[in-house]
Structures are given as structure tokens and as C-alpha cells.
């Protein structure tokens, strides 16, 4: 597996693990759910999806023959 590769799938397994332990902590003590849940696990895949766009366009370097 590549770098980049392995980077976007830890990435993306991080923030799954850190939403699913913050939504089954936090959900039932936070009053609003739309600022105390959903705004920071959407922040959190907001993060995932920009660096998931940035390594996928980071250009591989030329090899010469």
C-alpha cells in the first residue's frame, strides 16, 4: 500500500473511531444536538474530506528513464 494511501485510509478510520466515541459520550449530556454533535463530527469529516482531496492531488514526482 502507498504512503498516501495508508495516510487517507488512517485518516479516515480516525475519525470514524473519534465520532463514534464522541456522539455515544457526549450525545445524551449536550442539550443541542445541532452545535454539540453534529457541528464538531462535521467539522471532524470536513478535515478528512480536505486532506482526502489534497493527497489525492498531490502530484506524483517524475521519473526519469
Known amino acids: 500500500m ?3 494511501t495508508a495516510a487517507v485510509v488512517a ?3 480516525s475519525i470514524a473511531v473519534i465520532a463514534s ?3 455515544i459520550v457526549f450525545a ?3 442539550g443541542d ?3 454539540g454533535v453534529f457541528l464538531p ?3 471532524l469529516v470536513f478535515v478528512a ?3 482526502t482531496v489534497y493527497v489525492a ?3 506524483k514526482p517524475q521519473q526519469t528513464v
Open 49 to 51: 474530506v480536505l486532506l
Open 11 to 13: 485518516c479516515w478510520i
Open 33 to 35: 444536538v445541532l452545535f
Open 28 to 30: 445524551g449530556s449536550i
Open 57 to 59: 492531488s498531490v502530484s
Open 41 to 43: 463530527v462535521g467539522a
Open 2 to 4: 502507498e504512503f498516501k
Open 21 to 23: 466515541v464522541y456522539m
